[in-house]
């Protein structure tokens, strides 16, 4: 069953795309495309779905895009069992949806981006910062003495091969 009617004309490649790809692209949506009902998002709209995808994307959530009949663009996120549903009204506002484990946790309307662009930094931010830190801590310079210079310490590998061609 397909979702979108675009003409011949349009890549059957769009849906090959990157999320960001396809959010910008959404501007080039024709006239009825959904059904023969449907405008295109404005700019604008395209501009603050890929601030809040950029965001997501930067504190490591999978992310898709769609387009809606109305101008507006809905963003679904990812991180394990948690999913925040984002859709960007053609007005500039925003509404968010929480869900954990398929079960809807809070919904809010009428955001704007800066501030569900907070939200997603204070829930988000810090676990993705706290694990990368847990990841690196084995290989930060703690002292020092550990800035010297010196010489390498990379083990001998063994014995060495002559190598040959075998006849056939």
């Known amino acids: 069953m397909t979702f979108l009617s675009v003409d011949e004309s349009y890549s059957s490649s ?3 795309r990157t999320t960001d790809q396809r959010i910008s692209d959404f501007l080039k949506l024709p006239q009825g495309w959904h059904y023969g009902e449907g405008n295109a998002p404005n700019e ?8 809040i995808y950029n965001q997501t994307t930067l504190l490591g959530l999978k992310s898709e895009a769609f387009p809606g009949i109305d101008g507006e663009i809905q963003i679904n996120c990812y991180s394990g069992n948690k ?13 968010l949806t929480k869900e954990e484990n398929d079960i809807e946790i809070s919904s809010h309307e009428n955001l704007t981006v800066e501030a569900v662009l907070n939200i997603v930094r204070e829930e988000y931010g810090e676990t993705t910062w706290n694990s990368f830190d847990q990841s690196i801590q084995s290989i930060i310079v703690s002292t020092k003495s550990e800035l010297r210079v ?19």
């Open 83 to 95: 999913t925040l549903e984002f859709t960007v009204e053609s007005t500039g506002m925003v509404s």
């Open 150 to 168: 010196g010489p390498s310490e990379i083990p001998l590998t063994g014995v060495e091969y002559r190598s040959y061609l075998a006849v056939a």
């Open 14 to 16: 769009w849906f090959l």
């Open 44 to 51: 604008e709209t395209v501009d603050d779905a890929l601030r």
